[in-house]
Protein backbone atom coordinates (compact mmCIF):
# COMPACT_ATOMS: atom_id res chain seq x y z
CA UNK A 1 0.00 0.00 0.00
CA UNK A 2 0.95 3.55 -0.61
CA UNK A 3 2.59 5.43 2.48
CA UNK A 4 0.92 8.50 0.92
CA UNK A 5 -2.10 7.21 1.16
CA UNK A 6 -1.74 5.81 4.79
CA UNK A 7 0.24 9.36 5.87
CA UNK A 8 -1.36 12.23 4.07
CA UNK A 9 1.65 14.44 5.76
CA UNK A 10 5.01 13.15 4.74
CA UNK A 11 7.81 12.71 6.26
CA UNK A 12 10.92 14.46 5.86
CA UNK A 13 13.86 12.29 4.84
CA UNK A 14 17.65 13.44 5.49
CA UNK A 15 20.80 12.42 4.29
CA UNK A 16 24.11 13.94 5.37
CA UNK A 17 26.64 14.17 2.77
CA UNK A 18 29.80 14.26 3.64
CA UNK A 19 31.75 17.41 2.12
CA UNK A 20 34.77 15.84 0.36
CA UNK A 21 35.64 17.10 -3.09
CA UNK A 22 33.93 20.07 -4.70
CA UNK A 23 32.96 23.67 -4.55
CA UNK A 24 31.26 23.75 -2.12
CA UNK A 25 33.50 23.08 1.43
CA UNK A 26 35.51 26.09 2.37
CA UNK A 27 39.02 25.08 2.38
CA UNK A 28 39.98 28.15 4.10
CA UNK A 29 38.18 28.57 7.16
CA UNK A 30 40.01 28.54 9.98
CA UNK A 31 37.59 25.80 11.68
CA UNK A 32 37.71 23.67 8.99
CA UNK A 33 39.17 20.21 9.77
CA UNK A 34 41.12 17.55 7.46
CA UNK A 35 39.04 15.55 4.83
CA UNK A 36 40.98 12.57 5.12
CA UNK A 37 41.32 11.87 9.09
CA UNK A 38 38.42 8.77 10.18
CA UNK A 39 37.66 11.71 13.22
CA UNK A 40 36.15 13.77 10.43
CA UNK A 41 34.27 11.00 9.24
CA UNK A 42 33.50 9.96 12.39
CA UNK A 43 32.41 13.59 13.77
CA UNK A 44 29.81 13.84 10.76
CA UNK A 45 28.42 10.70 11.10
CA UNK A 46 27.32 10.77 14.65
CA UNK A 47 26.05 13.99 14.36
CA UNK A 48 23.74 13.27 11.35
CA UNK A 49 22.72 9.73 14.00
CA UNK A 50 22.35 12.38 16.61
CA UNK A 51 20.20 14.38 14.32
CA UNK A 52 18.04 10.94 13.43
CA UNK A 53 19.32 11.50 9.75
CA UNK A 54 18.23 8.43 7.26
CA UNK A 55 21.46 8.21 6.50
CA UNK A 56 25.30 9.49 5.61
CA UNK A 57 25.95 9.77 1.81
CA UNK A 58 29.73 9.66 0.82
CA UNK A 59 30.67 10.56 -2.72
CA UNK A 60 33.59 9.70 -4.38
CA UNK A 61 36.35 11.09 -6.90
CA UNK A 62 38.22 8.88 -8.85
CA UNK A 63 41.00 11.49 -10.08
CA UNK A 64 41.78 14.62 -9.26
CA UNK A 65 40.49 17.42 -11.44
CA UNK A 66 43.10 19.44 -13.68
CA UNK A 67 42.92 22.90 -14.94
CA UNK A 68 45.29 24.43 -17.26
CA UNK A 69 47.29 21.00 -17.20
CA UNK A 70 47.71 21.77 -13.02
CA UNK A 71 45.97 19.87 -10.52
CA UNK A 72 42.65 21.89 -9.51
CA UNK A 73 42.82 23.84 -5.90
CA UNK A 74 39.86 22.56 -4.79
CA UNK A 75 40.88 18.88 -5.11
CA UNK A 76 44.08 18.83 -3.39
CA UNK A 77 42.41 17.49 0.03
CA UNK A 78 42.77 13.45 -0.78
CA UNK A 79 39.90 11.15 -0.72
CA UNK A 80 39.50 7.67 1.48
CA UNK A 81 38.28 4.87 -0.29
CA UNK A 82 34.24 4.64 -0.01
CA UNK A 83 34.12 1.44 1.28
CA UNK A 84 36.90 1.28 3.55
CA UNK A 85 35.35 4.65 5.08
CA UNK A 86 31.68 3.27 5.68
CA UNK A 87 32.74 -0.28 6.96
CA UNK A 88 34.68 1.53 9.77
CA UNK A 89 31.49 3.94 10.23
CA UNK A 90 29.30 1.04 10.67
CA UNK A 91 31.33 -0.06 14.22
CA UNK A 92 30.32 3.74 15.21
CA UNK A 93 26.63 4.26 14.28
CA UNK A 94 24.02 2.25 14.94
CA UNK A 95 21.07 2.96 12.81
CA UNK A 96 22.26 5.58 10.15
CA UNK A 97 22.52 4.32 6.48
CA UNK A 98 25.95 4.34 5.22
CA UNK A 99 26.33 5.07 1.25
CA UNK A 100 28.61 4.94 -1.05
CA UNK A 101 29.14 6.13 -4.57
CA UNK A 102 30.20 3.30 -6.78
CA UNK A 103 31.10 3.99 -10.61
CA UNK A 104 29.85 1.33 -13.00
CA UNK A 105 32.48 2.35 -15.46
CA UNK A 106 35.34 1.64 -13.54
CA UNK A 107 34.44 -1.71 -11.92
CA UNK A 108 33.08 -5.09 -12.27
CA UNK A 109 29.48 -6.31 -11.16
CA UNK A 110 30.62 -9.53 -9.11
CA UNK A 111 33.15 -7.19 -7.29
CA UNK A 112 30.86 -4.37 -5.91
CA UNK A 113 27.82 -6.91 -5.10
CA UNK A 114 30.54 -8.25 -2.84
CA UNK A 115 31.37 -5.12 -1.48
CA UNK A 116 27.83 -3.84 -0.63
CA UNK A 117 26.95 -7.39 0.63
CA UNK A 118 29.74 -7.48 2.85
CA UNK A 119 28.61 -3.36 4.28
CA UNK A 120 25.13 -4.45 4.72
CA UNK A 121 26.11 -6.87 6.72
CA UNK A 122 28.97 -5.15 9.06
CA UNK A 123 26.18 -2.46 9.70
CA UNK A 124 22.97 -4.57 9.86
CA UNK A 125 20.95 -3.37 7.12
CA UNK A 126 22.50 -0.13 6.20
CA UNK A 127 24.04 -0.09 3.16
CA UNK A 128 23.35 1.84 -0.10
CA UNK A 129 25.05 2.34 -3.63
CA UNK A 130 24.96 5.57 -5.12
CA UNK A 131 24.98 4.46 -9.12
CA UNK A 132 26.95 6.49 -10.97
CA UNK A 133 27.82 6.27 -14.57
CA UNK A 134 30.78 8.13 -16.41
CA UNK A 135 32.38 8.46 -20.08
CA UNK A 136 35.54 10.38 -19.01
CA UNK A 137 38.65 8.75 -20.76
CA UNK A 138 40.54 11.57 -18.06
CA UNK A 139 39.50 9.41 -14.90
CA UNK A 140 39.64 6.44 -16.56
CA UNK A 141 43.63 6.91 -17.10
CA UNK A 142 44.04 5.55 -13.69
CA UNK A 143 42.75 1.93 -14.55
CA UNK A 144 44.57 -0.74 -16.21
CA UNK A 145 41.72 -1.11 -19.24
CA UNK A 146 41.07 2.71 -19.67
CA UNK A 147 37.93 4.09 -19.20
CA UNK A 148 36.90 5.65 -22.13
CA UNK A 149 33.02 5.30 -23.03
CA UNK A 150 30.68 6.74 -25.80
CA UNK A 151 28.30 8.45 -23.98
CA UNK A 152 25.50 7.25 -25.50
CA UNK A 153 26.52 3.68 -23.79
CA UNK A 154 27.11 4.68 -19.45
CA UNK A 155 23.47 3.35 -19.59
CA UNK A 156 23.81 0.56 -21.73
CA UNK A 157 26.67 -0.66 -19.14
CA UNK A 158 24.57 0.41 -15.82
CA UNK A 159 21.69 -1.29 -16.73
CA UNK A 160 23.61 -4.28 -17.48
CA UNK A 161 26.03 -3.86 -14.79
CA UNK A 162 22.87 -3.90 -12.19
CA UNK A 163 21.16 -6.96 -14.06
CA UNK A 164 24.39 -9.12 -12.82
CA UNK A 165 24.48 -7.39 -9.63
CA UNK A 166 21.21 -8.13 -8.51
CA UNK A 167 22.01 -11.81 -9.67
CA UNK A 168 24.46 -12.08 -7.31
CA UNK A 169 22.50 -10.71 -4.38
CA UNK A 170 19.68 -13.21 -4.97
CA UNK A 171 21.45 -16.40 -5.70
CA UNK A 172 21.32 -17.06 -2.32
CA UNK A 173 18.31 -18.03 -1.28
CA UNK A 174 17.39 -16.36 2.28
CA UNK A 175 17.45 -19.54 3.86
CA UNK A 176 20.98 -20.51 2.46
CA UNK A 177 22.69 -20.50 5.56
CA UNK A 178 21.17 -22.49 8.24
CA UNK A 179 21.38 -22.29 11.98
CA UNK A 180 21.30 -25.36 13.90
CA UNK A 181 22.03 -25.34 18.06
CA UNK A 182 24.20 -28.51 17.94
CA UNK A 183 26.52 -27.46 14.97
CA UNK A 184 26.22 -23.92 14.36
CA UNK A 185 25.56 -22.31 11.17
CA UNK A 186 25.76 -24.66 7.73
CA UNK A 187 25.42 -23.42 4.04
CA UNK A 188 22.81 -25.28 1.97
CA UNK A 189 24.49 -26.22 -1.47
CA UNK A 190 21.13 -26.68 -2.86
CA UNK A 191 20.10 -23.05 -1.99
CA UNK A 192 22.78 -21.02 -3.87
CA UNK A 193 22.33 -21.26 -7.76
CA UNK A 194 25.47 -20.12 -10.30
CA UNK A 195 25.45 -16.97 -11.85
CA UNK A 196 25.63 -16.95 -16.07
CA UNK A 197 25.70 -13.56 -17.59
CA UNK A 198 26.45 -13.43 -21.50
CA UNK A 199 26.00 -9.95 -22.67
CA UNK A 200 27.15 -6.62 -24.69
CA UNK A 201 29.31 -5.89 -21.19
CA UNK A 202 29.74 -8.84 -19.57
CA UNK A 203 30.24 -12.41 -19.36
CA UNK A 204 29.98 -14.12 -16.27
CA UNK A 205 29.72 -17.25 -15.13
CA UNK A 206 30.28 -17.31 -11.10
CA UNK A 207 28.76 -17.99 -7.68
CA UNK A 208 28.46 -15.09 -4.90
CA UNK A 209 31.08 -15.83 -2.34
CA UNK A 210 28.43 -14.81 0.46
CA UNK A 211 24.56 -14.40 0.94
CA UNK A 212 23.19 -11.18 0.30
CA UNK A 213 23.02 -8.96 3.33
CA UNK A 214 19.67 -8.19 5.62
CA UNK A 215 18.34 -5.72 3.34
CA UNK A 216 18.48 -8.54 0.18
CA UNK A 217 19.71 -5.67 -1.98
CA UNK A 218 21.40 -2.24 -0.50
CA UNK A 219 19.13 0.99 -1.09
CA UNK A 220 19.95 1.91 -4.85
CA UNK A 221 20.48 5.75 -5.36
CA UNK A 222 21.04 7.04 -8.39
CA UNK A 223 21.73 11.25 -10.16
CA UNK A 224 20.86 11.41 -13.38
CA UNK A 225 18.98 14.76 -14.79
CA UNK A 226 19.12 14.02 -18.61
CA UNK A 227 16.17 11.62 -20.10
CA UNK A 228 18.29 8.96 -20.08
CA UNK A 229 19.20 9.88 -16.67
CA UNK A 230 15.53 9.94 -15.29
CA UNK A 231 14.47 6.48 -16.95
CA UNK A 232 17.06 4.68 -15.04
CA UNK A 233 16.49 5.82 -12.15
CA UNK A 234 12.26 5.67 -12.28
CA UNK A 235 13.32 2.07 -13.38
CA UNK A 236 15.65 1.06 -10.81
CA UNK A 237 16.36 3.33 -8.31
CA UNK A 238 14.72 3.42 -4.81
CA UNK A 239 15.95 7.31 -4.47
CA UNK A 240 17.31 9.85 -6.85
CA UNK A 241 20.01 12.76 -5.95
CA UNK A 242 18.61 16.03 -8.19
CA UNK A 243 19.76 19.73 -7.95
CA UNK A 244 16.94 21.66 -8.87
CA UNK A 245 17.00 24.49 -6.81
CA UNK A 246 13.59 26.30 -6.82
CA UNK A 247 10.21 24.47 -5.66
CA UNK A 248 8.48 25.08 -9.38
CA UNK A 249 11.77 22.81 -10.82
CA UNK A 250 11.82 20.72 -8.24
CA UNK A 251 7.81 20.28 -8.79
CA UNK A 252 8.16 19.70 -12.35
CA UNK A 253 11.22 17.35 -12.01
CA UNK A 254 9.11 15.63 -9.04
CA UNK A 255 6.18 14.96 -10.93
CA UNK A 256 8.40 13.74 -14.25
CA UNK A 257 10.47 11.20 -12.73
CA UNK A 258 7.18 9.46 -10.58
CA UNK A 259 5.09 9.74 -13.80
CA UNK A 260 7.49 7.45 -15.16
CA UNK A 261 8.05 5.52 -12.34
CA UNK A 262 4.74 4.55 -12.81
CA UNK A 263 4.81 4.00 -16.54
CA UNK A 264 7.20 1.26 -15.61
CA UNK A 265 4.66 -0.36 -13.34
CA UNK A 266 6.33 0.87 -9.59
CA UNK A 267 4.38 2.70 -7.01
CA UNK A 268 5.50 6.24 -7.11
CA UNK A 269 6.09 6.93 -3.67
CA UNK A 270 8.65 3.79 -3.97
CA UNK A 271 11.37 5.79 -5.53
CA UNK A 272 12.27 9.02 -3.15
CA UNK A 273 13.19 12.27 -4.97
CA UNK A 274 16.28 14.14 -3.13
CA UNK A 275 18.20 17.43 -3.99
CA UNK A 276 21.48 18.17 -2.59
CA UNK A 277 20.51 21.48 -0.56
CA UNK A 278 23.38 23.67 1.05
CA UNK A 279 22.09 26.40 4.29
CA UNK A 280 23.25 29.66 6.78
CA UNK A 281 21.45 29.96 9.79
CA UNK A 282 20.88 33.10 11.86
CA UNK A 283 19.64 34.33 14.48
CA UNK A 284 17.76 37.03 12.94
CA UNK A 285 16.75 36.80 8.85
CA UNK A 286 19.74 39.54 8.15
CA UNK A 287 22.49 37.63 10.34
CA UNK A 288 21.71 34.35 8.55
CA UNK A 289 21.77 36.77 4.57
CA UNK A 290 25.37 38.09 6.19
CA UNK A 291 26.43 34.41 6.66
CA UNK A 292 25.21 33.35 3.67
CA UNK A 293 27.25 36.06 1.65
CA UNK A 294 30.00 35.07 3.84
CA UNK A 295 30.15 31.69 2.72
CA UNK A 296 29.75 32.18 -0.55
CA UNK A 297 32.45 34.33 -0.63
CA UNK A 298 34.92 32.10 0.75
CA UNK A 299 33.51 29.47 -1.54
CA UNK A 300 34.31 31.32 -4.74
CA UNK A 301 37.51 33.50 -4.55
CA UNK A 302 39.25 35.24 -6.84
CA UNK A 303 41.05 32.89 -8.53
CA UNK A 304 38.38 29.75 -8.31
CA UNK A 305 35.98 32.79 -9.77
CA UNK A 306 38.38 32.93 -13.00
CA UNK A 307 39.21 29.23 -13.50
CA UNK A 308 35.24 28.52 -13.63
CA UNK A 309 34.70 31.57 -16.05
CA UNK A 310 37.50 29.51 -18.18
CA UNK A 311 36.07 26.26 -18.70
CA UNK A 312 33.32 28.18 -20.51
CA UNK A 313 35.46 30.73 -22.62
CA UNK A 314 38.05 28.06 -23.36
CA UNK A 315 41.20 30.20 -22.97
CA UNK A 316 43.52 31.81 -20.28
CA UNK A 317 42.06 34.58 -18.57
CA UNK A 318 43.96 35.67 -15.71
CA UNK A 319 44.89 38.69 -16.73
CA UNK A 320 41.03 39.52 -15.93
CA UNK A 321 40.77 41.28 -12.55
CA UNK A 322 37.39 38.82 -11.29
CA UNK A 323 35.93 41.84 -9.57
CA UNK A 324 35.56 43.56 -13.43
CA UNK A 325 33.42 42.88 -15.86
CA UNK A 326 33.05 39.65 -18.13
CA UNK A 327 35.53 39.57 -21.34
CA UNK A 328 34.18 40.79 -24.37
CA UNK A 329 36.34 38.63 -26.26
CA UNK A 330 33.95 35.04 -27.44
CA UNK A 331 34.98 31.65 -26.05
CA UNK A 332 36.94 29.14 -27.80
CA UNK A 333 35.97 25.43 -28.14
CA UNK A 334 38.57 23.83 -25.82
CA UNK A 335 37.37 20.87 -23.40
CA UNK A 336 40.63 20.11 -22.41
CA UNK A 337 40.82 22.88 -20.16
CA UNK A 338 39.39 21.19 -17.44
CA UNK A 339 39.84 17.60 -17.22
CA UNK A 340 37.75 15.42 -15.15
CA UNK A 341 34.93 17.68 -14.85
CA UNK A 342 31.10 18.23 -16.22
CA UNK A 343 31.07 20.61 -19.21
CA UNK A 344 28.97 23.69 -19.07
CA UNK A 345 27.63 22.93 -22.44
CA UNK A 346 27.49 25.37 -25.53
CA UNK A 347 30.27 27.90 -24.39
CA UNK A 348 28.67 30.65 -26.51
CA UNK A 349 25.19 29.89 -25.06
CA UNK A 350 26.36 30.06 -21.88
CA UNK A 351 28.66 33.39 -22.51
CA UNK A 352 25.72 34.77 -23.73
CA UNK A 353 23.12 34.10 -20.45
CA UNK A 354 25.98 35.26 -17.94
CA UNK A 355 26.88 38.67 -20.23
CA UNK A 356 23.24 38.90 -20.08
CA UNK A 357 22.56 38.39 -16.35
CA UNK A 358 25.66 40.40 -15.32
CA UNK A 359 24.25 43.46 -17.29
CA UNK A 360 21.31 42.87 -16.21
CA UNK A 361 22.16 42.88 -12.64
CA UNK A 362 25.48 44.56 -12.76
CA UNK A 363 27.73 42.06 -11.90
CA UNK A 364 31.55 41.29 -11.77
CA UNK A 365 33.13 37.90 -12.67
CA UNK A 366 33.15 37.19 -9.50
CA UNK A 367 29.53 37.95 -8.41
CA UNK A 368 28.60 36.18 -11.05
CA UNK A 369 30.42 33.27 -11.01
CA UNK A 370 29.06 33.22 -6.92
CA UNK A 371 25.41 33.35 -8.42
CA UNK A 372 25.55 30.90 -11.07
CA UNK A 373 27.84 28.13 -8.93
CA UNK A 374 24.87 28.56 -6.11
CA UNK A 375 22.94 25.36 -5.09
CA UNK A 376 19.66 25.15 -3.59
CA UNK A 377 20.26 27.33 -0.47
CA UNK A 378 17.86 27.61 2.31
CA UNK A 379 18.95 30.81 4.33
CA UNK A 380 17.21 32.00 7.68
CA UNK A 381 16.69 31.57 11.35
CA UNK A 382 16.45 27.79 12.22
CA UNK A 383 12.68 27.91 12.42
CA UNK A 384 12.46 29.51 8.92
CA UNK A 385 14.62 27.26 7.43
CA UNK A 386 12.57 24.29 8.81
CA UNK A 387 9.46 25.74 7.64
CA UNK A 388 10.95 26.07 3.93
CA UNK A 389 11.79 22.39 4.19
CA UNK A 390 8.79 20.86 5.04
CA UNK A 391 6.90 23.12 2.59
CA UNK A 392 9.24 22.04 -0.47
CA UNK A 393 8.59 18.13 0.61
CA UNK A 394 4.56 18.61 1.22
CA UNK A 395 4.46 20.80 -1.93
CA UNK A 396 5.75 17.93 -4.07
CA UNK A 397 8.76 19.22 -4.60
CA UNK A 398 10.84 16.38 -3.25
CA UNK A 399 10.77 13.77 -0.71
CA UNK A 400 13.66 14.86 1.62
CA UNK A 401 17.07 16.85 1.54
CA UNK A 402 20.80 15.60 1.42
CA UNK A 403 22.44 18.18 2.97
CA UNK A 404 26.00 19.80 1.94
CA UNK A 405 27.70 21.69 4.73
CA UNK A 406 30.28 23.88 3.70
CA UNK A 407 32.57 22.76 6.38
CA UNK A 408 34.08 19.43 7.74
CA UNK A 409 33.31 18.19 10.03
CA UNK A 410 31.41 20.49 12.32
CA UNK A 411 29.07 21.70 9.43
CA UNK A 412 26.20 20.16 10.56
CA UNK A 413 26.28 20.53 14.18
CA UNK A 414 23.94 23.47 14.03
CA UNK A 415 21.54 22.33 11.77
CA UNK A 416 20.87 18.72 14.00
CA UNK A 417 20.92 21.45 17.71
CA UNK A 418 18.81 23.72 16.33
CA UNK A 419 16.49 22.76 12.84
CA UNK A 420 15.93 19.35 13.68
CA UNK A 421 14.37 19.92 16.70
CA UNK A 422 11.81 22.37 14.74
CA UNK A 423 11.37 19.90 12.25
CA UNK A 424 10.36 17.51 14.90
CA UNK A 425 7.96 19.81 16.33
CA UNK A 426 5.97 20.47 12.85
CA UNK A 427 5.41 16.69 12.89
CA UNK A 428 7.60 16.50 10.05
CA UNK A 429 10.98 14.72 11.19
CA UNK A 430 10.85 11.67 13.52
CA UNK A 431 11.71 11.70 17.30
CA UNK A 432 13.26 8.26 16.79
CA UNK A 433 13.95 5.35 14.67
CA UNK A 434 11.81 2.81 14.73
CA UNK A 435 13.33 0.51 12.50
CA UNK A 436 16.55 -0.74 12.03
CA UNK A 437 17.39 -1.01 7.70
CA UNK A 438 17.71 1.69 6.02
CA UNK A 439 15.17 0.56 3.70
CA UNK A 440 12.79 0.85 6.91
CA UNK A 441 13.68 4.45 7.54
CA UNK A 442 13.11 5.50 3.90
CA UNK A 443 9.97 3.29 4.08
CA UNK A 444 10.41 1.22 1.22
CA UNK A 445 9.05 -2.10 0.58
CA UNK A 446 11.13 -5.02 1.28
CA UNK A 447 12.91 -6.71 -1.99
CA UNK A 448 11.17 -9.19 -2.86
CA UNK A 449 11.52 -12.38 -1.55
CA UNK A 450 13.32 -11.41 1.28
CA UNK A 451 12.13 -9.38 4.17
CA UNK A 452 12.52 -9.21 7.64
CA UNK A 453 11.76 -12.84 8.54
CA UNK A 454 14.62 -14.12 6.93
CA UNK A 455 17.44 -11.97 8.47
CA UNK A 456 18.53 -14.44 11.11
CA UNK A 457 18.76 -17.10 8.81
CA UNK A 458 20.75 -14.74 6.12
CA UNK A 459 22.90 -13.17 9.13
CA UNK A 460 26.44 -14.53 9.42
CA UNK A 461 28.28 -16.31 12.05
Known amino acids: MSLRRENPRKHVILGAHFPGVNNTTVWSDPSAGSQIEFESFVHLAQTAERGLFDFFFLAEGLRLREHRGKIHDLDVVGRPDTFTVLAALAAVTERLGLAGTINTT ?144 GQRYYADVKARAAAYGRDPDQLKVLPGATFALGDTPEEALDNARHIREQQVSGPTAIAFLEQVWGADLSAYDPDGPLPDVDPVENPDITRGRVRHGDPRAVAETWRARAQAENLSIRELI ?22 YVQSDACDGFILVPHLTPHGLDEFVGKVVPLLQERGAFRTEYRGHTLREHLGLAPVPGWDERHRDAAAIG
Not at 370 to 391: K, L, Y
Open 106 to 249: FNEPYEVARQFASLDHLSDGRAAWNMVTSSDAFTGENFRRGGFLDHADRYTRAEEFLTVARRFWDSWAPDAVVADVRTGNYVDPSRIQVVEHHGGQFDVRGIASLPAGPQGHPVLLQAGDSSDGRDFGARHADALFTLHGSLEA
Open 370 to 391: IEVTSRQQFVGTPAHVAEEIDR
